[in-house]
């Protein structure tokens, strides 16, 4: 069974810090592409961070030059991680991880606000 377990969100404040965490089980794990995605309120979830198996990453212009993705694999777990700085309270968002394209049912997310 496909599963994606997100941790590591709260509160901070601008120029904060934050790493996130994400657990994926699945055949082949480790071949796959995965991403983080987030979703703001009233927003479309969007992709703003991809990482391939070989841990080649791709950001978003919004979060490039803040966030850096990273990942620990094995053959059938991926552990997915999201380390943000400098923080912005346009990153308010809940934040996904899974395949890139999305597989399967999305996890339940982790709660990230910015906020003085």
């Known amino acids: 069974q496909v599963q994606f377990v997100e941790s590591g969100g709260g509160l901070v404040q601008p120029g904060g810090a934050l790493n996130l965490s994400c657990e994926h089980s699945?055949?082949?794990?480790?071949?796959?592409?995965m991403g983080w995605y987030r979703q703001a309120p009233g927003k479309q979830r969007e992709v703003v961070a991809t990482?391939?198996?070989?841990?080649?990453?791709?950001?978003s212009d919004s979060v490039k030059g803040r966030f850096t993705i990273s990942r620990d694999a094995a053959p059938t777990k991926v552990k997915l991680y999201l380390q943000m700085n400098n923080l912005k309270p346009e990153d308010t968002a809940v934040y996904y991880c899974?395949?890139?394209?999305?597989?399967?049912?999305w996890g339940q997310g982790t709660q990230v606000t910015v906020s003085s």
């Open positions: 699945g055949r082949m794990a480790d071949l796959s592409v």
């Open positions: 899974n395949k890139i394209p999305q597989i399967g049912h």
């Open positions: 990482i391939t198996p070989h841990s080649n990453a791709y950001y």
